[in-house]
């Protein structure tokens, strides 16, 4: 027999990846370049994740170091963990739980660690693009050199893209005021444009950037990072 549904009664649709390795996407990054936060340097990237992306959740993993060698200073190094998971509600509605990880010698930030949660939704939605807004609220453990460990709790707004057609693009940018010291906030922007080359292996780019509003004494507000390199998609 045959069914007739009207359009307006579909949210979305979506494909279904039939096993489990149909779902799981693991890959290794290296690149180099030759910008970090206000002064030039040779920079170097070697980067971890794991996406396993199933019909009614997504967990992605990602664990990424810079090696910055500068020829007036020290050479230093930046090391990131993130991990992030969301549940897939109706109509386009997720909840969502993460976990970062920071330290940064460049910036004297030995130790960030910041676990929160928040509910989003998918304003777009197509097998192309998807564009999410989320909001909620984080716990931000942080450990400069020049300050003892501070706690505090920051609101998080934040949007992700995701684009999937010829290259694959994937961009997240949140903010986090802060909601115990006054003026202060922070940004963070991470994308990352992969290129099909050869089979698994892509030409890759990724950008970060973190913005601190009110950092410690002598610290600078901005850092920033462009690699080029490789990704080996297995």
Known sequence: ????????????????KLTFWDT??????????????????????????????????EVTIDATTYFNEQQETEDTRRTTVSALYTRNLDLGWGAIG?????????????????????IGRRVVNSRAHRLELFAGLALNS????????????????????????????DATMIAFPNTEQSGRYRVQLDASLSIDLIDDLDFNTTVYQRYDSDPPPENDNNDYGLTLGLRWEY
């Not at 027999?1 to 279904?16: G, K, Q």
């Not at 690149?31 to 794991?50: D, K």
């Open 24 to 57: 799981l996407d693991i890959y290794t990054d290296l690149g180099v370049n030759v910008v970090s936060g206000n002064s030039r340097v040779s920079q170097a990237r070697f980067g971890e994740g794991i996406d396993y992306d199933a019909l009614d959740f």
């Open 98 to 118: 993460l976990y970062q990880f920071e330290s940064d010698e460049q910036q004297g930030l030995d130790s960030r660690s910041l676990l929160g949660g928040a």
């Open 1 to 16: 027999a045959t069914v007739r549904t009207n359009p307006e009664d579909f949210y979305s649709i979506s494909e279904v």
């Open 142 to 169: 942080e450990d400069f050199a020049q300050t003892s460990n501070e706690e505090s709790v920051e609101g998080l707004l934040g949007t992700r893209y995701r684009l999937r057609s010829g290259a694959d693009l």
